[in-house]
């Protein structure tokens, strides 16, 4: 497959947290074992910052201002998880740039198949006015967005596989029909919200889709959700482009979670977003959330690429969990009857 793109930017070094999971270390183990393979052919790029309006699109000014205040100042600490330094706004401008240019990349003249945004600060719990959860910006909130505002895309589909519940992304577009987000997350674990009855709101309801797992999920369930649920989801809202908040940390090696993705877990969940977006006839963006073990981040990051830039991947059978039967029941009987 031609048209692969990776973003990337050294800021993301600059963003010092001190002694926190959420460290440079996770970018330097990735781009270690993407070097070492030629970057898996993928077409490497340096991330620009994102302009100040399209983050604005996102987030209000003064959150904007005061992630730059602070930065300037040398840094703070905004909660107990989350750290701003001295380079922590030009990371985050350019995880943001990251985000945009690969929507770029995907819905401009350039018509790429798929693009990866590999920066940090992660994103998705980022709330338009609240920075938490070692995020700053929402990444992929502001993808998405300068999907709809720039490329006059009518719909997107963000799909969140991190093991945290992705409460930023969900509150940004939670009263919207033009985002349609959908979650697999582990609960209870931070941030606490993502229950299954949280389904949106207004004109956006039906279009947030939770389905918290229990601790110890791994393979069959998120391999079974993706494939039984979100991939019918997307035929039946039909999104001009399909995003993905890629975290690593549902894999049984995290140290902050309880889940148990393998390694080929990931191959599979790959290669059936992959297939989504074939059959789709879209493109596939990634954006980096969370995954804190740097080996199973660094293998896993290396098997999506692999897997998202191989020529038609083969899904195997995904036989339908429990889990995942009942989310199509729930959903069927509300916004998505194609589910029944
Ligand atoms: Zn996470």
């Known amino acids: 497959m031609s048209g692969l793109v990776l973003l990337r930017h050294p800021s993301s070094l600059e963003h010092d947290t001190g002694a926190h999971p959420e460290s440079p270390r996770r970018i330097v183990a990735i781009e270690r074992a993407l070097s070492e393979r030629d970057w898996l052919g993928w077409d490497v790029r340096e991330s620009p910052a994102a302009a100040r309006a399209a983050i604005e699109a996102v987030h209000p000014a003064a959150h904007v201002d005061r992630i730059e205040a602070l930065s300037a100042r040398g840094g703070a600490m905004i909660d107990i998880d989350t750290i701003v330094s001295a380079g922590s706004f030009g990371a985050a401008l350019h995880a943001a740039g990251g985000a945009v240019a690969i929507v770029d990349a995907l819905l401009g003249a350039e018509g790429a198949a798929a693009a990866a945004s590999l920066h940090r600060p992660p994103g998705h719990h980022a709330t338009a006015a609240r920075a938490m959860g070692f995020c700053l910006f929402n990444n ?8 709809l505002d720039a490329h006059g895309a009518d719909r ?25 987000f959908c979650s697999i997350h582990q609960s209870p674990l931070y941030p606490g919200s993502g229950a299954a009855s949280d389904a949106g709101s207004g004109t956006g309801e039906g279009f947030t889709v939770n389905l918290p797992v229990p601790g110890g999920s791994g393979d069959a369930v998120f391999g079974s959700l993706v494939e039984h649920v979100v991939r019918p989801l997307a035929r039946a809202y039909e999104p001009g482009l399909v995003l993905i908040s890629a975290g690593y940390d549902a894999h049984a090696d995290d140290p ?28 596939l963006g990634i954006v980096l959330e969370g995954g804190y073990d740097l080996g199973a981040l660094s293998r896993c990051v290396a098997i999506t690429l692999e897997t998202v830039g191989s020529n038609g991947p083969v899904v195997a059978e995904t036989a339908l969990h429990p889990l995942a039967a009942q989310a199509r029941e729930r959903l069927a009987g509300g916004h998505w009857p194609a589910l029944g």
Do not use: K
């Open 140 to 147: 992929v909130a502001i993808a998405a967005q300068h999907a």
């Open 156 to 180: 997107v589909l963000i799909l969140d596989w991190d093991v945290h519940h992705g409460n930023g992304t969900n509150d940004i577009f939670h009263a919207r029909d033009d985002v349609l």
């Open 256 to 283: 902050l979670a309880g889940c148990a993705v393998s390694d080929a877990g990931y191959a599979a969940l790959s290669a059936s977003v992959r297939a989504m977006a074939g059959e789709l006839g879209v493109p």
